[in-house]
């Protein structure tokens, strides 16, 4: 099955600087890769997702790249404030696999004022 | 709209015990989920639904059942809880498949003594 693996597994950034986690994937077949955001004690939510047939997408000061051959994307955020602060969690799912999504395993960005 | 609406948000049980976490839906989704979440594992699928009459295996399905008599309704069944089983439960739901968009709910945490 799909294997994700998500590094690093704790960011702490300045405020202001860029932050950048990266996730692998193991199927070459997988195709659907979102990014959910979790503050402390809430519940996952959606901030960005891309398809395999799309190098890149953007999303105010958010943006994921997707690299097939290598099999790894990235989640770029820029000019990082507070409120940034929270665990991201990336996945990958595929149609062989019925779909489903395979979750990294998070990563905890901490924003210092 | 409610969204996705789980209960109860905390729960204790004793090894052995049996229960039911509730999860609903008032946005007319055909696909529902539930995952659990434990630390450094990022979200692993349980149980999932493409509609009412319909359910399937995920990744750690053991000691869980799942029903789907409804739209709107999808409860998770513990049967005999154990230790294992602590852990923290989200219920999602997505209106075009487990690779479009999920929406979660806010969490069920269990402790297993």
């Known amino acids: 099955g799909e294997n994700v693996e998500q590094h690093p597994s704790t960011l702490s950034v300045q405020e202001g600087d860029s932050a950048v986690i990266k996730c692998t994937y193991s199927d070459s077949a997988s195709n659907y890769f979102p990014w959910y955001k979790q503050e402390l004690g809430k519940r996952p939510q959606l901030i960005i997702d891309i398809r395999s047939n799309v190098g890149e997408k953007k999303d105010q000061r958010i943006a994921v790249t997707l690299n097939k051959t290598a099999k790894h994307f990235s989640l770029h955020i820029t000019e990082t404030q507070p409120e940034d602060s929270a665990v991201y969690f990336c996945?990958?799912?595929?149609?062989?696999?019925?779909?489903?999504?395979?979750f990294g395993g998070g990563t905890r960005v901490l924003v210092k004022p | 709209n409610a969204g996705v609406t789980q209960t109860p948000k905390f729960q204790v049980l004793k090894t052995g015990q049996s229960m039911t976490l509730q999860c609903a839906q008032d946005m007319n989704h055909e696909y529902m989920s539930w995952y659990r979440q434990d630390p450094g594992m990022g979200l692993r699928l349980i149980h999932y639904s493409v509609g009412a009459g319909i359910t399937d295996q995920g990744e750690v399905p053991n000691g869980y059942n799942v029903s789907r008599s409804t739209t709107e309704d999808f409860p998770l069944r513990l049967l005999s809880a154990a230790p294992s089983q602590t852990s923290v439960y989200f219920c999602?739901?997505?209106?075009?498949?487990?690779?479009?968009?999920?929406?979660f709910g806010n969490g069920t945490r269990l402790t297993v003594t």
């Open positions: 999602a739901s997505s209106r075009q498949g487990l690779d479009s968009p999920l929406h």
């Open positions: 996945a990958a799912s595929n149609k062989a696999a019925g779909n489903k999504l395979t």
